[in-house]
T-cell receptor, first 118, second 109 residues
Framework: GAVVSQHPSWVICKSGTSVKIECRSLDFQATTMFWYRQFPKQSLMLMATSNEGSKATYEQGVEKDKFLINHASLTLSTLTVTSAHPEDSSFYIC??????????????FGPGTRLLVL | GQSLEQPSEVTAVEGAIVQINCTYQTSGFYGLSWYQQHDGGAPTFLSYNALDGLEETGRFSSFLSRSDSYGYLLLQELQMKDSASYFCAVSTRDDKIIFGKGTRLHILP
């Protein structure tokens, strides 16, 4: 089956630093990748939709200048949390779509990246 | 706007059957899906319903009634490893997935 990886799985950083999280589709090409954030005991919240070669589409309330998304190839999307602060500490999860349709049955989730900002 | 409602917690006994309900209000509804998430892990896709009716996959079944904006996940022959959070999620015609707040399933031996 389709496999999505994320790196790193864990990151601890100081407040004010930037953190880059990679999302890779290992055995398929993903035209669309999605980035989610999940706070403890809460639901997954969609942050942005990333299409290869074009600008990401951000959900309402998500600062595009703070959460930089780059989808440079069909197998890689990156999320950079710029000038991270403690309130950005969360579980960041990406998903990749095997089709252009964006349907749930063709989306595969990565294992997530846990970010802790001190 | 989009909203999904599901119970925050459900408790059941090992070997029993449990049903987790989900009601939704959404524009551009395309389908309802269910995910399982263990503590510290990422969500795992369980099932998807785009049409009314029951879909069965092993011990898990999922049901959808589009006219009632309602669905449920049915877990049979509960095992301790089924202790997890279960999320219903709506997929929309603009290719997004909106997740519910999750139901934490506690299983007693």
């Amino acid at each position: 089956g389709a496999v999505v990886s994320q790196h790193p799985s864990w990151v601890i950083c100081k407040s004010g630093t930037s953190v880059k999280i990679e999302c890779r589709s290992l055995d398929f090409q993903a035209t669309t990748m999605f980035w989610y954030r999940q706070f403890p005991k809460q639901s997954l919240m969609l942050m942005a939709t990333s299409n290869e070669g074009s600008k990401a589409t951000y959900e309402q309330g998500v600062e595009k200048d703070k959460f930089l998304i780059n989808h440079a190839s069909l197998t890689l999307s990156t999320l950079t949390v710029t000038s991270a602060h403690p309130e950005d500490s969360s579980f960041y999860i990406c998903s990749a779509d095997t089709t252009t349709g964006g349907r749930v049955e063709t989306q595969y989730f990565g294992p997530g990246t846990r970010l802790l900002v001190l | 706007g989009q909203s999904l409602e599901q119970p925050s917690e459900v408790t059941a006994v090992e070997g029993a059957i449990v049903q987790i309900n989900c009601t939704y209000q959404t524009s551009g509804f395309y389908g309802l899906s269910w995910y399982q998430q263990h503590d510290g892990g990422a969500p795992t896709f369980l099932s998807y319903n785009a049409l009314d009716g029951l879909e069965e996959t092993g011990r898990f079944s999922s049901f959808l009634s589009r006219s009632d904006s309602y669905g449920y996940l049915l877990l049979q022959e509960l095992q301790m490893k089924d202790s997890a959070s279960y999320f219903c999620a709506v997929s929309t015609r603009d290719d997004k997935i909106i997740f519910g707040k999750g139901t934490r399933l506690h299983i007693l031996p």
